[in-house]
Nanobody
């Protein structure tokens, strides 16, 4: 069993900031990579940002310069700092982790999702 617990979502005004957190727990060797995805109503789920265990990052073009992904490997936790939020950032945000279960098996896990609403 591997669980991803998300927190930090909520309602914020345009131009405001939120910080999302996702903590992984359970039985695994290590986490290869973690990322944040989002899905707005009527839209396909998209990658927002991702980070590998080595610290490499990538971002969707729509959030570059506004969002920052970071990690704390000791706590098995990934963060997403969201600044200068826009109404189009409104979505359910999902945490994803690629977890190394054994020396030869990797599995992907998803959090339950947290709602982010940007509105005045």
């Amino acid at each position: 069993q591997v669980q991803l617990v998300e927190s930090g979502g909520g309602l914020v005004q345009p131009g405001g900031s939120l910080r999302l957190s996702c903590a992984a727990s359970g039985s695994f060797y290590s986490i290869n990579a973690m990322g944040w995805y989002r899905q707005a109503p009527g839209k396909q789920r998209e990658l927002v940002a991702a980070i590998t265990s080595g610290g490499s990052t990538n971002y969707a073009d729509s959030v570059k310069g506004r969002f920052t992904i970071s990690r704390d490997n000791a706590k098995n936790t990934v963060y997403l700092q969201m600044n200068s939020l826009k109404s189009e950032d409104t979505a359910v945000y999902y945490c994803n982790a690629q977890v190394r279960r054994t020396t030869y098996r990797n599995d992907n896990y998803w959090g339950q999702g947290t709602q982010v609403t940007v509105s005045s």
